[in-house]
């Protein structure tokens, strides 16, 4: 257990839905990153949040939104679902802003869009 | 633009076998380099993490080295177990911040019995 918690651990929906990823940091990290990983691609950063706030942005889709909450849990809102959305969303969190000292993985979302 | 290229696609072995996984970046500027494990339909586990002044680091049976220039690093991984069978990711960072990732699209290590 990485102590990195995402919720739910499979996700089956049809396209043009929406759905809510969740995940919880490890204890005492202040930042939560969002990371795509589809079939045979590598991991594709979307989104980092750092103690509530917005702090780097990667190749996020205008359809993909996320928030990090006072408890420091973060949500990934994925919406008008397309088919090519199919993949594994992961979170990791670090104590710090950056990411030099490494951070930990979640054991991921498997998202299916039918 | 920054790229990390990793080779073999995939890898078969037998147990007990040695095998060393490539990875050339053209990540500027550099800051470290990471070797991450990742079994099937679970988070990467971070193995070994090398700054710019490290030309080699052990964890267990798996050795890191990094060429700062030539721009490449292997993961070499000794007396091969059925549980080292996994996807094993190189990463390098450039910068602190998380968009300064750039990861490589993983080497699929198969280890038979």
Redesign the interface.
């Known amino acids: 257990d990485?102590g990195?918690t995402q919720t739910p651990k499979h996700l089956i929906t049809a396209t043009g839905q929406r759905v809510t990823l969740r995940c919880s940091p490890r204890s005492g990290d202040l930042?939560v990153?969002w990371y795509q990983q589809s079939l045979?691609?590598?991991?594709?950063?979307l989104i980092?949040y750092y103690n509530g706030e917005e702090?780097?942005?990667?190749n996020i889709l205008e359809r993909f939104s996320a928030q990090q909450f006072p408890d420091l849990h973060s949500e990934l809102n994925l919406s008008s679902l397309e088919l090519g959305d199919s993949a594994?969303y992961?979170c990791?969190s670090s104590m710090h802003?950056?990411?030099?000292l490494?951070y930990?993985?979640?054991?991921?979302t498997?998202l299916t869009v039918v | 633009k920054n790229q990390v290229e990793q080779s073999p696609q995939s890898l078969i072995i037998l147990e007990g076998k040695n095998c060393t996984l490539q990875c050339n970046y053209t990540v500027s500027p550099f800051s470290n380099l990471r070797w991450y494990k990742q079994d099937t339909g679970r988070g990467p586990v971070s193995l070994t993490i090398m700054t710019f002044s490290e030309n080699t680091k052990s964890n267990g049976r798996y050795t890191a080295t990094l060429d700062a220039d030539t721009k490449q690093s292997s993961l070499h991984i000794t007396a091969s177990q059925l549980s080292d069978s996994a996807s094993y990711i190189c990463v390098v960072t450039s910068g602190g911040g998380a968009d300064g990732l750039t990861f490589g699209k993983g080497t699929h290590l198969i280890i038979q019995p």
Do not use: E
Not at chain 1, 40 to 45: V, Y
């Open positions: 990485s990195v930042s990153y045979d691609q590598g991991l594709q950063f980092q702090r780097a942005k990667g594994l992961f990791a802003r950056g990411s030099l490494g930990t993985f979640g054991s991921g498997r």
